[in-house]
Structure formats: structure tokens, C-alpha cells
């Protein structure tokens, strides 16, 4: 059974960082893509980062490009969201799920996302 698990959140002031992991389990390949969504209160879940495990491809939301970065450790079955100069607005519960791939199609995720895990609380103060 393919069991996702993310980990990391928590308060932080603006400007500051947070590191977010996600741990896999039960995956018998390395051919997925692992996607990092969020979803504050009263909105709609926004796709935040992906990243192929096999190859390292990587997507980002022009909301935090050049602030997020996205990584993989095959070894330890983990990714890593690395968030950076935080703002209030990236304040949400932050998940993550597994897709065949990361292909983004007319501003949208080709493939579909399964496997959600339970979610990580971020908060940013102002």
C-alpha cells in the first residue's frame, strides 16, 4: 500500500523559512512524480511544486518561484519542499500526493494526483 507522509510544518515570522518533507512508502519503482499542494481557508487547492523521483524534473507556481525549491532524496523515499522568504499569503495546510508525472498542460497538472497524505499546517505571521 502507497502510503504518503508529510512533516515540517509549523509558525514562522515573515521573511523567514521552513523546510517541509514528504516520505514515501510502497512504492515498488522510482517512475512518479511526487506534487506539493496547499490549501488555506476558504480557498481553493492551489499546486505548489512537483518533482520526477526517477529523473528530477521539477515544477513550481509562479507564486513561489524563486522562494520554494523542490528536491528528492531516492535513498531515504523522501522530498523536500525548502520554503523560503515566507509570507503571510503561503500560510495553508500543505500536502502532498503522487502522480505519474509532473506534465502541466493548459495550466493544469496532466496527470492525476492520488495517494494524498494527511497535511502539515504552515503559518506565517506577519
Known amino acids: 500500500e502507497v502510503q504518503l507522509v508529510e512533516s515540517g510544518g509549523g509558525l514562522v515570522q515573515a521573511g523567514g523559512s521552513l523546510r517541509l518533507s514528504c516520505t514515501a512508502s510502497g512504492f515498488t519503482s522510482d517512475d512518479y512524480a511526487i506534487g506539493w499542494f496547499r490549501q488555506a481557508p476558504g480557498k481553493e487547492r492551489e499546486g505548489v511544486s512537483c518533482?520526477?523521483?526517477?529523473?528530477?524534473?521539477?515544477y513550481y507556481a509562479d507564486s513561489v518561484k524563486g522562494r520554494f525549491t523542490i528536491s528528492r532524496d531516492n535513498a531515504k523515499n523522501t522530498v523536500y519542499l525548502q520554503m523560503n522568504s515566507l509570507k503571510p499569503e503561503d500560510t495553508a495546510v500543505y500536502y502532498c500526493a503522487a502522480a505519474q508525472g509532473c506534465t502541466v498542460y493548459s495550466g493544469s497538472y496532466y496527470y492525476p494526483f492520488g495517494h494524498w497524505g494527511q497535511g502539515t499546517q504552515v503559518t506565517v505571521s506577519a
Open positions: 518533482i520526477s523521483v526517477s529523473d528530477g524534473t521539477t
